[in-house]
Nanobody
Framework: QVQLVESGGGLVQAGDSLRLSCAAS????????MGWFRQAPGKEREFVAR????????YYTDSVKGRFTISRDNAKNTVYLQMNSLKPEDTAVYYC????????????WGQGTQVTVSS
């Protein structure tokens, strides 16, 4: 069982930066692939980024490539999402999620943190 708690959201202006954090419980954090997802009002939840258990591999959706960076600190059981050059279209509730490396589905989800980017 993994419990996830996101933090770091807020209201910023276009062009600003934010860093989201997701703290995980448990002693096997490094065995999980971690992902960030987001859901904007009236839209379906969408994938943003993921990182392998070791942190050596990252993958991003096209709309955030070059602006967002996912990273993790396995000693702190925490995954981060550094968001630069934020745009109004990045406004959403951001969720972190965890899955095992053998699973295609994310089994554990946080409660979400709101990011609002004003123009």
């Amino acid at each position: 069982q993994v419990q996830l708690v996101e933090s770091g959201g807020g209201l910023v202006q276009a062009g600003d930066s934010l860093r989201l954090s997701c703290a995980a419980s448990g002693r096997t954090f490094s065995s999980y692939v971690m992902g960030w997802f987001r859901q904007a009002p009236g839209k379906e939840r969408e994938f943003v980024a993921r990182i392998s258990g070791s942190g050596g591999s990252q993958y991003y959706t096209d709309s955030v490539k070059g602006r967002f960076t996912i990273s993790r600190d396995n000693a702190k059981n925490t995954v981060y999402l550094q968001m630069n050059s934020l745009k109004p279209e990045d406004t959403a509730v951001y969720y972190c999620a965890a899955r095992t490396s053998l699973s295609r589905n994310y089994n554990y989800w946080g409660q979400g943190t709101q990011v609002t980017v004003s123009s």
